[in-house]
Structures are given as C-alpha cells and as structure tokens.
C-alpha cells in the first residue's frame, strides 16, 4: 500500500469516527477554515441578552453560543429537536438557569403567544415566521444569523453532481425579508456576506458531512469512496479545496 493510499484511509477512518453532536467547530482547527462574518454574532446577540427579560433561542443546537453570552435574562428558554444536540445543551445551559426543551422539527412552538421580547436563532434549519410572530410580545425582536444561498454548494455538487438552482436559492436573505413582513414583523437590519472556506485533508470533508447531514443526505463514506478518494487526491495536488459559504444576518422587531 503507498503513503497516499495509506493517508486517506488513516484520514477518513478520523473524520468518520470523531464525534459530532453539537456546534462547535475546533475539532477542524488546522484541518479547515471558514471565515467568519465582520458583525460578531455572539456579541450582538450577548448585547441584546442582557436587555431581555424573557428569551428564547430556537435550534440551539449545542448551545455553545447562547452559553457564551455575558448575561442570561431572568427567564430564558432554548429548543432543540436533536436528541444529542438536545441533551448536550441541557448540560451546557441548566448551570446558567436556561431551560432547554427538546422538540420536533416542524411542529409548533411550545410556548404560548407573545411571552418572548427576544427570539433568536443561529443558523436555524427553517425558520417559520408565523410562529416567530406568534410567541412574540408586542415590541419584540427576532435576532438571527442564517446560511444563505450557495452556501457549501462546491461540496455537496461535489458528490452529487449539478443540482437544481432552486435547491440553492430558497434562503436568499430578500425572501426572508419578505417571509417576515407578511408574518406582521418590521425588518430593521438585514446583511449578506459570501465567505471563503477551504479543507485541507480529506478526514475534515468527512467530518464536516456527517457534522452537516444535509449538504449530502445519506452520506456514509463506503458510499461515496470514489468520489472522496478523487477529492483526496486533488487536495494533495493542490493544498485544499476551496468552497464558499453564505450567511444573513436579520433582525425583525413585532410592532406594539
């Protein structure tokens, strides 16, 4: 067996075993890089926390960002429909008096209308307006920071082939302006960025699809050997494979 052989299995079998619940991305430092958008996220959503009285924050996955905020408000909530998602942001957040409630990905908010002045969200899987708009009290705000269109499309077409240009365009930050109007929100901010991201071996594409599941549904490596295999060796050749992500930024307040 060559080195170059030896590598990718020695790769692959390290991005296919390492874990993967939550969302916190150091297992690929000085495997991959991503930039990151200029606004600061965390901190604009730390800052808005600490003027809440009452919040929740939807598909927290982990947790990890809502528990670096500064400030917790006096009643704080958290969703998460990922049994081990779920059960890692329990751990993470009850220390700080956050509740996390697990859910199922396209039902209703448990809670009752207009309970929260902020909602937030980072890179929710959708978001459903109405319901936004619903558990909203009146002068309430939506914060929110989501992926947006072409976001990781060299990696999945990668594996898949060309895909439908619908399959990339449906969260373009414009139809969620518009989504949220119709919902009865106000939109006050919204800002789009394209980022570099690039993989510098092949274990850190492995783990970032089984990290990712839908960029490539049903992704499993003995399916998609070959194709990893080429993308192995063209990231030999060339140092990394460049692909591009996406994100939004908005804001949305409920009028009083």
């Keep these: 067996m060559d080195s170059t052989a030896h590598d990718f299995d020695a790769l692959v079998r390290d991005g296919a075993t390492s874990p993967v619940e939550g969302w ?15 606004w600061g996220y965390a901190r604009l959503l730390g800052e ?24 917790v408000p006096p009643c704080a909530a958290a969703t998460e429909s990922w049994p081990p998602n779920a059960a890692k942001a329990t751990a993470l957040l009850a220390p700080r008096g956050i509740v996390v409630v ?7 908010l448990p809670f009752p209308d207009g309970v929260f002045d902020l909602v937030s969200a980072r890179h929710p899987v959708r978001t459903d307006w109405a319901e936004v708009a ?3 009290a009146p002068g309430g705000t939506y914060f929110s920071q989501e992926v947006g269109p072409w976001s990781g499309a060299e990696v999945s077409e990668w594996f898949l082939g060309p895909q439908p240009e619908e ?16 919902a009865g929100l106000e939109v006050v901010d919204l800002r789009a960025v394209r980022l570099r991201m690039e993989f510098h071996d092949i274990g850190a594409v492995v783990h970032y699809l089984r990290k990712v599941v839908w960029m490539v549904p049903g992704f499993t490596v003995e399916r ?31 009028p009083v």
């Design 102 to 108: 697990a859910t199922r990905a396209g039902e209703p």
């Design 167 to 182: 399959t990339w365009t449906g969260r373009d930050p414009e139809k969620a302006r518009t989504a949220a109007e119709a």
């Design 24 to 38: 916190d991305f150091s297992w690929f430092e000085g495997r991959a890089t991503e930039e990151r958008p200029p």
């Design 134 to 136: 619903r558990v909203l």
């Design 48 to 71: 808005r926390m600490g003027r809440a009285r009452v919040s929740l924050d939807i598909d927290t996955g982990g947790g990890e960002v809502l528990a670096g905020a500064p400030a």
């Design 224 to 254: 998609y050997e070959d194709r990893l295999r080429e993308l192995h060796e063209l990231i030999e050749a060339e140092g990394g494979f460049l692909a591009h992500s996406s994100r939004f930024l908005i804001e949305a307040r409920k």
